[in-house]
């Protein structure tokens, strides 16, 4: 007997622009993506629509052109489709709209995509598990939960309240990890400016004097012909050990897990980055029980939204001690990573049945935390940081001129 061959991927069909009539005579257009032209013409059809123009889209030239999809984006597509369904318009219709009013081009082929698939009779969370690169496994499985129960306007509209926090904590740690990085990067780059451009210069007036030269200027000079003589071995250790940790943390979980686990001892930092992951993880948990989700299967998209994998792991851990028949905050405290408030609120929700409340309050203190402990930081950081670069850059600067000063003593 001889075998079926598969049907292509639809993801992998081409995107095609048409034009055309609707059934009042209005002119239409818009994108559709199908295997050609006469499924195209087809589909039209079928939504009450008469082809006109119909062209394929040429792809962008190795992706360039396209903007990458933001948490913000999605959280946005999220919410204005729960707009939509809940002001009566129709799911595809609703789809159409939104993709339109898209400004991002990937987005909107995305969702081009997600509205052929309803279209041809499939449910809105099944075109969503085609994209699981932006779509998780939590955002689908509450769409789901919500066409099942008839109330997909409420959860959509949760799944973007759920985004748009998690989006929020997120951008709060980057802005603590960038900012210092951003100021010493701009300072050394200054610095390396100074040790390759200026002191060259001073050293060949001072080598005209014939004079012993301060230790000081010594240590300067010899880092400045160092670096000249290195430059291009210290650049390619500049980009090659980034690039490895990168590589690295993305393909091994134990080097991952071990910078992880180095990022929570770091002094200020990593305590925003502990209170970042409870609040991720408590927002997660409450956000899926409260939409009806098994509290096991909860737990597991809680430990993949945490953002670290030393809260991953524990997070793991306490879901097959819950999966045993143990309580949840039983489970957390032997984790002994959770501080005692998150699992005494926890045990007040289990014994009173208001877990996902609970839960929610945790999330938002914790955020309200990260907030404040961002904000004191950055006050904190921005003297440290002059003050490291006025260090630095003000002792290169007097290395320089302490050979000046003494010649001028001498007359």
């Known amino acids: ?229 290195w430059w291009w071995s210290i650049l390619g250790l500049l980009i090659l050990i980034p690039f490895l940790l990168k590589k690295s943390y993305k393909n091994s979980e134990q080097v991952a897990y071990r910078i992880d686990a180095l990022t929570l001892r770091m002094p200020i930092i990593g305590l925003i980055i502990k209170k970042s992951s409870i609040a991720r993880f408590a927002r997660t948990l409450s956000t899926s029980f409260t939409a009806g989700m098994p509290l096991v299967e909860s737990m597991t998209s809680s430990a993949g939204a945490s953002g670290n994998r030393v809260y991953t792991r524990a997070i793991f851990t306490a879901r097959d001690s819950i999966a045993t028949g143990q309580q949840l905050h039983f489970a957390l405290k032997t984790t002994r990573i959770f501080p005692t408030m998150v699992t005494l609120m926890v045990s007040i929700g289990e014994e009173s049945g208001s877990l996902d409340r609970m839960l929610d309050k945790v999330a938002g203190f914790y955020e309200e935390e990260v907030d404040d402990a961002v904000e004191a930081m950055t006050t904190l950081l921005e003297p440290i940081v002059v003050a490291v670069l006025g260090f630095l850059v003000g002792g290169l600067v007097l290395a320089m001129y302490l050979p000046i000063f003494k010649m001028g003593s001498l007359f």
Not at 128 to 153: I, T
Not at 205 to 211: D, E, G, K
């Open 1 to 229: 007997m001889a075998r079926k061959k598969d049907a292509p991927n639809k993801q992998q069909y081409p995107m095609f622009y048409w034009q055309g009539m609707d059934s009042q005579g209005l002119e239409q257009e818009g994108e559709l993506q199908a295997l050609n032209i006469n499924f195209v013409k087809a589909q039209l059809r079928k939504q009450g629509i008469t082809p006109g123009k119909i062209r394929k889209k040429k792809p962008a030239l190795f992706g360039l052109g396209e903007k990458k999809i933001t948490t913000r984006e999605i959280a946005l597509f999220a919410r204005l489709l729960s707009t939509m369904i809940q002001a009566g318009i129709p799911l595809v219709q609703s789809l159409n709209v939104v993709a339109e009013g898209t400004e991002n081009a990937a987005l909107q082929k995305i969702i081009i995509s997600i509205r052929n698939e309803v279209a041809d009779g499939n449910m809105l969370s099944a075109g969503l598990r085609r994209h699981p690169e932006y779509f998780d496994q939590l955002f689908c499985n509450l769409v789901e939960a919500g066409e099942k129960s008839g109330a997909l306007e409420a959860m959509l509209n949760r799944v973007a309240l759920y985004k748009e926090k998690t989006d929020r904590i997120k951008a709060k740690v980057k802005k603590a990890l960038y900012y210092p990085i951003a100021v010493l990067s701009i300072g050394f780059a200054v610095m390396l400016i100074l040790l390759l451009k200026v002191v060259p210069q001073f050293e060949a007036l001072f080598n005209s004097f014939n004079a012993e030269l301060p230790i000081m200027t010594q240590i300067v000079i010899g880092i400045s012909e160092f670096i000249q003589y």
